[in-house]
C-alpha cells in the first residue's frame, strides 16, 4: 500500500470509529454485556484454531531471531486465550459506570452541580507482540462504551486478525456496530505515524510496548498519550520481615515469568537481614539460573551460594529493565535508603516491601511515588485482571490522567452536569 492510500485507509478507519463511538456511548449495559459474553464464548470455541493462526507468527518469530521474552509475549497459549475469555466475562459482570453521576451538591444560588462519567470516544491502541492485548483492548473498548482502532506488531498480525475477526462477530452478535472495535491491517509503519496525528478522530493514543516505540509515540503524536516508558520493579527487604515469606515472594517477583513489566528487576534489601536472607534467595535465583548483578557488599553474602552466577552492578544496572534473568541487588542501610534508591531509580511501575513492621509499611506506602505499592505481596500482582478490573489497556506511570492498570475508569472523562429551576445569575 503507498503512502497516499494509507493516509486513505487511515481516515477511513477513523472516521469509522468516530461514527461508531456515538453509537457506543449510548448503548445499553445489556448489549455491551452481550457482546463481551459473546467474545469469552467464542475464544474458548475457537481456542484450536486462534492456536493454529498463531503458529503463522510464531515460526518466522523464532526463525528470524526475536528475543526469547518477544516470543514469550506472542505465544497465544490455551491458559492466556482462557484468561482473556475470563476477563470478557468479569467485565460483563461489573456496574455500568458510564452515566454515572458523582457528587452532586446544591449551590447557594439554588442549581445543582455534579459530574457525570463519559466515554472518552475513540483511543488508539499501539502496541507490539502481545496478540492478547487485541482482547483487553476490545473488551475494555465495549464496556467503556468507546470505540478503538488497534494496531499491533508485525510480528503477530496473522494473531491480531483472526482475533479481531472474533471481536467483530461478538458486536454483531450483540447488535453493536462492528466498526467498534477496528484493527489495522497492514503493517505499514506509516499507519502508526498517521494514527497518532489524527485529532479530529483519535481522542488518546495509547503505546504499549518497547522503550523506543513509546518514545517515538511520544515525540510525535498529537493527540494525548498514556504511556509508561519501562517497568524497572522494586522488591525491598525490610528490617525486620519474615525471611521465609520473603524469599517466596522474591523469587515469585522475579521467576514467576521474566518477561512481564511488573517482574521485579531490581532487590533492595536491609543490611540487617541481608546475611540471613540474600544466601537463601541467592541459591533460589543460582537453581533457576538467574544472574545476579550486586554491590560490593551483597556479593561478599553470595559468594558461597554453589552454582550463583555473580556479577559486580554497574550504575546502569540500577535502571535496568532485563526483561530476562537477570537480577539486581543491593544492600541498603533500612526503609530510608531503600525509598531513595527507588525514588531515583525506579521506572515509577511497581515496588513492594516485605515487612513485619507496619510502621516501615506506611512510610513506603506514602513515600514511594510510583503508580502501585505494595506490601508483603508480589510485583506480579500489578495487573488490571489481578486487581479486579476485568482487563486492562495497559499500566500508565504518568499522573494525568490515569495512573496503575487502566481499566474503565482509565477509558472515561467527567463532564459537569448542572441541574437547575429557572434560577439566573445575579
Not at 505499514?188 to 505515524?193: F, K, L, M, T
Not at 512510610?363 to 505499592?373: G, I, K, N, T, Y
Request: a negative charge; charged letters at 20%.
Amino acid at each position: 500500500m503507498n503512502a497516499l492510500n494509507i493516509v486513505e485507509y487511515t481516515h477511513t478507519l477513523g472516521a469509522q470509529a468516530k461514527a461508531a463511538s456515538a453509537r457506543m456511548a449510548r448503548a445499553s449495559s445489556a448489549s455491551k454485556s452481550r457482546a463481551l459474553l459473546a467474545l469469552a464464548r467464542l475464544l474458548r470455541e475457537n481456542t484450536a484454531a486462534l492456536q493454529d493462526d498463531n503458529a503463522l507468527d510464531l515460526a518466522p518469530a523464532e526463525a528470524n531471531g526475536l528475543p526469547a521474552p518477544m516470543v514469550d509475549r506472542l505465544r497465544l497459549t490455551p491458559k492466556v486465550l482462557e484468561t482473556c475469555a475470563q476477563g470478557c466475562e468479569q467485565l460483563a459482570a461489573m456496574p455500568d459506570i458510564i452515566g454515572e453521576i458523582l457528587g452532586m451538591k446544591q449551590q447557594p444560588s439554588g442549581i445543582r452541580v455534579g459530574q457525570m462519567r463519559v466515554p472518552i470516544g475513540v483511543f488508539g491502541m499501539i502496541y507490539e507482540s502481545r496478540p492478547n492485548v487485541t482482547i483487553e483492548a476490545a473488551s475494555l473498548s465495549i464496556k467503556s462504551g468507546n470505540a478503538c482502532i488497534l494496531r499491533g506488531g508485525s510480528e503477530a498480525i496473522a494473531s491480531n486478525k483472526a482475533l479481531a475477526r472474533l471481536v467483530q462477530q461478538a458486536l454483531a452478535e450483540a447488535g453493536l456496530p462492528e466498526h467498534a472495535v477496528q484493527l489495522v491491517q497492514v503493517t505499514d509503519r506509516e499507519a502508526v505515524g498517521q494514527l497518532i496525528a489524527m485529532p479530529e478522530y483519535v481522542d488518546v493514543i495509547i503505546p504499549r510496548g518497547g522503550k523506543g516505540l513509546i518514545e517515538r509515540i511520544s515525540r510525535e503524536a498529537k493527540v494525548p498519550v498514556i504511556k509508561h516508558l519501562d517497568g524497572n520493579c522494586h522488591t525491598y527487604v525490610d528490617d525486620p520481615c519474615d525471611i521465609a515469606m520473603a524469599v517466596k515472594v522474591a523469587d515469585n517477583a522475579k521467576t514467576s515469568k521474566y518477561s512481564p513489566c511488573n517482574a521485579s528487576e531490581s532487590l533492595l534489601v536491609a543490611r540487617g537481614v541481608a546475611a540471613e536472607f540474600l544466601p537463601a534467595i541467592g541459591a533460589v535465583y543460582a537453581a533457576k539460573g538467574v544472574e545476579m548483578r550486586g554491590c560490593p557488599e551483597s556479593l561478599a553474602l553470595l559468594q558461597g551460594v554453589a552454582g550463583a552466577r555473580l556479577v559486580p552492578a554497574t550504575e546502569q544496572d540500577w535502571s535496568e529493565e532485563y526483561l530476562a534473568p537477570i537480577i539486581s541487588i543491593k544492600v541498603v542501610a533500612g526503609v530510608d535508603e531503600a525509598i531513595a534508591h527507588i525514588n531515583r531509580y525506579s521506572s515509577a511501575h511497581t515496588e513492594a516491601i516485605l515487612t513485619t513492621d507496619f510502621r516501615h509499611a506506611q512510610q513506603f506506602l506514602r513515600e514511594v511515588d510510583s503508580a502501585s505499592v505494595m506490601v508483603n505481596t508480589s510485583t506480579r500482582f500489578a495487573d488490571g485482571f489481578e486487581y479486579g478490573l476485568g482487563a486492562e489497556i495497559g499500566i500508565s506511570t504518568d499522573k494525568f490522567h490515569a495512573r496503575g492498570p487502566v481499566g474503565i475508569e482509565g477509558l472515561t472523562s467527567l463532564k459537569y452536569v448542572v441541574l437547575g429551576d429557572g434560577e439566573i445569575r445575579v
